[in-house]
């Protein structure tokens, strides 16, 4: 057997087997291997590759890797959605979020009780009684939308089917965590990789007599939809849930400030690896549910909540060689690639370097020994070099002034600090292919379009095979070449049609979010949306002429700044960007922007604030006024409908003006009155 014959062999035989385990680990939920393993192997292949080219075209690791989506369930909308919470890391995140919390509600020198409960690594699910009868178990799902799982949530004893006691409410939906423990996991180790896996996979058995042969086991902490509204405090729901039956967590405490916050932090995190649960941080909850109402939520976490990790997970490890990444926006992004190391469970091959400016200030070079760390869910990062382990001929890295496209990359100007920007980005939007294939990443993704079965390993795939280039081609896939791809059936298929036909109706806002303007997040795209109402409206923005008032107008509105105003300038004078999203437009169907309440007091109104209130923040106010249909602008206008003055420290400018143009004010104590009436 001559030298090429045997590397096809051994690259073969290395495909074949991580066929085998991608199907027991991504579909039959039953790995065989653990994740060390699991990602030894592949890496193993990506070498081979990258030493012998002509391997790839025997079949090539993009090929095989990836989950399919679970279409084994019906689906169901919740009736409240399940959303992420956001994460802090130090003591600082800590204070920030209590800062932020305060602000909001406008209470400066007191005091917010919290509800601390420990975050259990496991699988989301939510209970649904009607009359104390257990009606609906769903998933978490994409936090909207979750599988019906209520036969195999019914084999945990423990989860009570009807609640009997005092007070029963006539709805009332309660959020838990569905966990192995680590003794019981101990005994069927070897089908799964670990306790969560464990719990996912029968969670997601068709069959619910397969569920009832796993130990599960499960956490009340949530509370979802409630009629009749019998509780004033989270901490009132969980004791009386846990008389009722359910199981809550004993650790779960009341917590007042910030040195309190900090204690219990530690002390749970001491005791967790004595716990027969996996714990990943502690979650915070601003204990009155009148305040949680108040706060309420952004695009996807609650204001109310925040989720502590536990400290940074480290090790030491080679930087092999740092490679650029082109992120959406441009952004040029240096990575390390590491030699592969197991941080806190998880296999590492890769760390992020951010800028070229953190490089510098590091001095990072190719060779070096660094410490890496990985805190929760966050790409890791290189945290120092150790120096006295660097070669002597050791050269500094010299960051590329291109973009891999062969454009000139540039730094911007700060609009409000008029700094230089640490991030180099290249300009060319989706003339650079790199920044293309990354924007239709974003635009399948959960936030945006939400397309089951096209998730980041699939777009790179049909990038390689030219079958999408831009958005608009995912509504016209040749499915004909999909389905001579291995790995692709018929029934996989039928999903993926099913999934992009459901996409092709969107909201205003989701829309404006999905093409992937810098700057525009997810609340922008929501005030944007308010502002223009209907797609038709929006693509006036296609027109220079039409382009220039529009962007006048947006001046006037409370959350659009001038870094948001010259981004969208940016965006639609590139004539390729408005071509695609002119053709995006025509695959879809594109509903009104409906956030708006037609009933509320202040429907159809644009209401501003000037000074400070006694009761509320300026964030809350301008919440209540979205709430109840009106819009919320940030410069006097003949457009202005009502000034608000509050008490403390109005600007005297602004009244004058408002004076002027014959503009309707307010004192804060008619505010009071509106509100009460």
Not at 363 to 386: C, K, L, N
Not at 509 to 525: L, M, T, Y
Request: positive net charge; glycine residues 6%.
């Amino acid at each position: 057997m001559n030298e090429k014959n045997k590397i096809l062999g051994e690259y073969k035989n290395k495909l074949n087997q991580l066929k085998i385990h991608s199907k027991l680990y991504f579909i039959d939920d039953n790995p065989k291997i653990t994740d060390a393993e699991f990602d030894k192997l592949k890496i193993s292949i990506i070498n081979l590759e990258k030493k012998y080219p002509f391997l790839k075209k025997k079949g090539s690791v993009i090929k095989i890797v990836g989950a399919k989506p679970s279409n084994k369930f019906r689906k169901i909308k919740h009736l409240r959605p399940m959303l992420s919470l956001s994460n802090a890391f130090d003591k600082t995140d800590m204070e920030d979020f209590l800062k932020k919390v305060k602000n909001f509600l406008n209470i400066k020198d007191q005091n917010i009780s919290l509800i601390s409960e420990p975050k259990i690594d496991g699988i989301s699910a939510t209970l649904i009684y009607e009359d104390g009868v257990l009606i609906k178990g769903l998933s978490r799902g994409d936090g909207v939308t979750g599988e019906d799982i209520l036969e195999n949530l019914k084999t945990i004893k423990e989860i009570p089917l009807q609640i009997k006691g005092r007070n029963i409410p006539k709805l009332i939906e309660i959020r838990c965590e569905i966990f192995i423990g680590k003794k019981d996991f101990l005994k069927i180790s070897e089908k799964f990789a670990n306790p969560r896996n464990a719990a996912g996979g029968s969670l997601r058995q068709k069959d619910p007599n397969e569920t009832s042969k796993i130990p599960l086991k499960y956490f009340a902490y949530g509370l979802g939809a409630l009629n009749p509204m019998i509780f004033n405090k989270h901490s009132d729901f969980l004791e009386a849930i846990s008389k009722w039956g359910f199981t809550t967590n004993p650790l779960s405490k009341n917590v007042e400030n910030l040195d309190e916050i900090e204690r219990q932090h530690k002390k749970i995190d001491l005791l967790r690896f004595s716990l027969d649960y996996d714990i990943d941080g502690i979650v915070y909850k601003v204990d009155d549910l009148n305040l949680q109402k108040r706060l309420g939520n952004t695009s996807n976490s609650p204001r109310w909540a925040i989720a502590y990790k536990f400290s940074a997970e480290k090790a030491l490890t080679k930087i092999r060689d740092i490679i650029i990444q082109v992120g959406r926006t441009g952004a040029i992004t240096p990575v390390a690639k590491v030699a592969p190391i197991n941080v806190g469970g998880v296999v590492v091959s890769n760390a992020t370097l951010h800028n070229e400016d953190e490089i510098k200030r590091k001095d990072i070079r190719i060779g070096d020994t660094i410490q890496i760390q990985r805190a929760g869910d966050v790409i890791p990062q290189v945290v120092s070099v150790e120096i006295n382990k660097r070669n002597k001929g050791s050269k500094k890295f010299s960051f590329p002034l291109k973009c891999l496209c062969g454009a000139e990359t540039k730094k911007e100007i700060s609009k409000t600090t008029k700094k230089e920007d640490a991030v180099r980005r290249c300009i060319k939007g989706y003339d650079c292919k790199y920044i293309a294939k990354e924007k239709l990443k974003h635009i399948v993704s959960k936030e945006a379009f939400n397309i089951d079965g096209l998730g980041k390993k699939v777009i790179d795939q049909f990038w390689h095979l030219k079958l999408v280039r831009e958005p608009s081609d995912i509504f016209k896939l040749d499915y004909d070449k999909i389905q001579n791809l291995e790995g692709w059936g018929q029934l996989s298929i039928d999903n993926l049609k099913k999934a992009i036909s459901k996409a092709q109706l969107i909201n205003l806002d989701k829309f404006i979010f999905s093409i992937g303007i810098r700057h525009i997040g997810q609340e922008n795209a929501k005030i944007l949306a308010s502002f223009f109402g209907a797609i038709k409206e929006f693509a006036k923005l296609f027109d220079i002429k039409l382009r220039k008032k529009i962007l006048i107008s947006l001046e006037e509105l409370d959350g659009i700044g001038e870094t948001q105003i010259q981004s969208l300038e940016n965006f639609f004078s590139n004539p390729t960007n408005i071509r695609i999203t002119k053709e995006l437009i025509q695959k879809l169907k594109i509903n009104n922007f409906a956030g708006q309440n037609k009933d509320g007091k202040f429907s159809n109104k644009k209401l501003m604030f000037t000074g400070g209130f006694k009761n509320m923040s300026r964030s809350e106010a301008k919440a209540i006024v979205e709430e109840n249909g009106g819009k919320v602008l940030g410069t006097i206008s003949k457009k202005l409908d009502i000034l608000i003055v509050g008490d403390s420290k109005p600007t005297k400018k602004k009244i004058e003006q408002a004076k002027k143009l014959n503009i309707k004010i307010i004192l804060e104590k008619d505010w009071n009155k509106i509100l009460n009436s």
